[in-house]
């Protein structure tokens, strides 16, 4: 009898073995970590060529929890297509079976008993593990490790040593080739210096110069592919940098490098490749998002792999467009994707794809990298420790519209700057705290560590709010992937909503409440943001509230001690009847 | 003032105006309508004389899909041509459909140039089509489009 690893759990848990707990105990560790290792290794190994990937761990070097989001909505067309997929709809579309291994990664459903259960995610002394497996099974000189970017930055350590613990964690990963997002939000002088000490290659086809003053004007910034060689193969890697870097983070971190899709020099570089470096397989290293990869694939002709990140879509098995294969390695360290490639006669003939969750209580811990993470989080251990508080709700990031943790954060803007409403961008990465549990600094950074972490007072009109609401509304939910920027809608704190998704730009938001008050257009509102530049179209900034939002976050919890976040959400979802619709329809 | 610097004290300004845009136009709109106060079917008029636009795959526009700053967006517009005395572009008119002024440049052509092409930096007021008209020696006004949208961005 031949069982997958996700038979073994949904068997496992059918006749009770290791059942959900009360406390954080395993009921049977031995049992479930002997078949677990085993299971998560196997693999139907194919043939020459080894691509591990990774991508989105913003910074998270210890193991964690993540739950998926329990909404996740997009324009109509997109509906249940992989990029758009959560819950229920999750599990169907990748013919899965619930309350698995697999289930409790990939999906919000009983998270909380599960992760007793399962434990945490991640952590790089347990991706080392998991990655030098692989290279004895395979040979060392037979895999690649590509990183999709949004590595340096989302933890408090990050924050703290400017990126560079994160580095060093990738020298120790033995990461091969990296592209960038968050990694631009340090500077660019920053950045220079943190290629300096990376051991992997940092490359990128879509930023070019644009300041017609300097020299690099029109220019590629950084290399726009790489080749490497393995298992006597040719491998031809482009990168692909976040196209809109500079409108979703502030323009001073990037001012005189111009981003963008740049598809017709994508396709250049593919073909270049192919004709003149003779690569045996073309490989485009992305930080595009899910959906626009596949975009990407429908445009550019010749890329055999794309590996994707950004969106931070677990993906369990590829999608294929126009016979490019697309991956995507969920987020924060949880997964590894295993490609193993069989290239014969300089061409693609076959491959094999895997995504590996990083099961911390199942894969051992490489002391080596316990003793790495111990001493990059030593300076900053008493600091990051403290204990801020206990909540009675799990606080979550991810989901569409609002999330526990971000209701938290906006209570303590609101709280601190006394405002009428606060926005917190609706970033994808962040941390997820067990009801019961104790909300530490750390984790407060998790949800915050950002190089412009300024709460920002100040003045709009209700006129300009619902302008903001709908442009936001459009970046998110645009029926066009390529003119979506990947995030979530942004949270509001002292505001409620209505929103039809599929309703037409400028129009999808409606009956607007503020302190449970129509929204009046001409009313001046006391506004309070972080992350974002919302600032900028406001009047009369409040310099003297101008503060940090993890000082103003980490405060409330302290004063509060017992938090309890409902979860009840702020927007009411009109054309759709749940948080993870089917493939063109309104309910699950 | 060094260009570089104004050009950046221009990008803050329009990182502010974008958020305003419904409000912009419509003041626009009530207007009288000046040379550069056209909308933007009466522009197109005005360059054609009446003339059907020929949508054609010749004419290509490179435009960023989502704006990095909409007061400098980077638009190039080439047109398939021999640019010969016998068949030439004349020249390349560049619109933005719902700027207030929407008529960006018109960029008069030779045979001797030898390409037609054509590069330039236009603000836009707002998410809005970019259009290029390619007017040929033959009579005929070739078109082509892209959406740019214009966003305060960050906020997601």
């Known amino acids: ?588 | 003032m060094e260009r570089r610097s104004f050009l950046k004290g221009f990008g803050a300004a329009a990182a502010c105006a974008v958020a305003l845009p419904t409000i912009a136009s419509a003041a626009e709109e009530k207007k009288s309508a000046g040379p550069n106060e056209m909308n933007f079917e009466t522009a197109v008029a005005a360059i054609t004389g009446g003339k059907a636009l020929m949508p054609s795959a010749k004419v290509k526009i490179k435009a960023p899909e989502i704006a990095e700053n909409g007061a400098v967006v980077p638009v190039k517009v080439t047109v398939e041509s021999p640019m010969t005395s016998k068949d030439y572009v004349k020249a390349i008119h560049l619109l933005a459909s719902k700027n207030g002024n929407v008529r960006c440049a018109n960029i008069y052509l030779t045979p001797a140039n030898g390409e037609a092409f054509f590069g330039t930096r236009i603000k836009l007021g707002g998410t809005q089509d970019v259009v290029a008209i390619a007017e040929m020696s033959d009579g005929t006004f070739l078109s082509a489009k892209q959406n740019v949208k214009v966003t305060i961005g960050g906020c997601g």
Not at chain 1, 137 to 165: F, H, I, Y
Not at chain 1, 208 to 226: K, L, M, N
Not at chain 1, 413 to 429: E, L
């Open chain 1, 1 to 588: 009898m031949n069982l997958s690893r996700r038979d073994f759990f949904y068997i496992a848990t059918a006749l009770g073995i290791g059942l959900p707990t009360i406390g954080a105990a395993a009921s049977t560790p031995s049992r479930v970590d002997e078949v677990g290792l085993k299971d998560i290794y196997s693999f139907k190994a194919r043939g020459n060529v080894t691509l591990l990937h990774i991508c989105d761990m913003h910074a998270h070097i210890k193991p964690l929890y993540w739950r998926e989001p329990s909404t996740l909505i997009s324009a109509p067309n997109l509906t249940g297509t992989p990029g758009f997929l959560c819950g229920e709809s999750f599990l169907k579309h990748y013919g899965m079976k619930g309350k698995t291994l697999d289930a409790y990664f990939d999906t919000f459903m009983n998270f909380d008993s599960l992760a007793h259960k399962f434990g945490k995610m991640g952590g790089i002394s347990h991706m080392k593990t998991l990655i030098n497996h692989i290279k004895k099974e395979r040979g060392a000189d037979n895999v690649l490790l590509l990183d999709s970017g949004d590595t340096w930055q989302g933890t408090g350590v990050a924050l703290k040593t400017g990126g560079e613990a994160i580095v060093k964690a990738q020298n120790y990963l033995g990461v091969d080739v990296m592209v960038g997002h968050w990694e631009f939000t340090y500077g660019k002088k920053r950045v220079k210096e943190l290629i300096e000490m990376l051991n992997a290659k940092f490359i990128a086809q879509n930023i070019i110069g644009d300041d017609s003053f300097a020299d690099d004007f029109e220019e590629s910034i950084f290399e726009p592919y790489t080749i490497m060689e393995r298992g006597g193969a040719k491998i031809g890697i482009i990168g692909q940098a976040f196209p809109f870097t500079s409108t979703a983070n502030p323009k001073e971190f990037t001012q005189g490098w111009s981003f963008g899709l740049r598809l017709d020099t994508l396709q250049s570089y593919v073909d270049k490749l192919r004709k003149e470096e003779k690569v045996d397989c073309v490989v485009v290293l992305s930080h595009d998002g899910f959906s626009v990869d596949q975009q990407v694939a429908r445009h550019v002709k010749g890329i055999d792999f794309i590996l994707s990140g950004h969106t931070h879509d677990p993906s369990p098995r590829p999608t294929v467009i126009n016979g490019t294969v697309i991956v995507i390695a969920g987020s924060h360290g949880k997964y590894i994707g295993r490609l193993d490639i069989d290239i014969q006669n300089h061409k693609v003939k076959g491959y094999e794809y895997k995504l590996i969750p990083v099961a911390s209580n199942l894969i051992p811990a490489d002391p080596e990298g316990e003793a790495l993470v111990r001493e990059l989080y030593s300076p900053y251990d008493s600091e990051l420790s403290e204990v801020l508080g206990i909540t009675k709700s799990t606080l979550f990031k991810r989901d569409t519209f609002h999330s526990t943790f971000d209701q938290l954060i906006n209570d303590s803007i609101i709280d601190a700057m006394d405002s009428d409403i606060s926005f917190t961008p609706g970033y994808r990465w962040g941390t997820t705290v067990l009801g019961g549990d104790k909300i530490t600094m750390d984790d407060v950074y998790d949800m915050t560590a950002i190089t412009y972490p300024n709460v920002y007072t100040f003045e709009l009109t209700g006129l300009h709010i619902r302008t903001l609401l709908e442009d936001i509304a459009d970046n998110v939910f645009n029926a066009n992937p390529l003119y979506q920027q990947g995030g979530d809608m942004s949270r509001l704190g002292g505001v409620s909503y209505e929103i039809r998704v599929g309703a037409a730009s400028g129009k999808r938001i409606t009956n607007i409440m503020v302190g449970g008050k129509p929204l009046s257009d001409s009313k001046v509102y006391k506004v309070s943001s972080w992350g974002g530049n919302l600032q900028n179209a406001g009047s009369n900034l409040k310099d003297s509230l101008t503060r940090p939002v993890y000082d103003v976050t980490a405060a409330y919890i302290r004063r509060q001690k017992n938090v309890n976040i409902s979860g009840n959400s702020n927007v009411k979802l009109m054309d759709y009847d749940c948080g993870c619709p089917k493939k063109g329809a309104r309910e699950c």
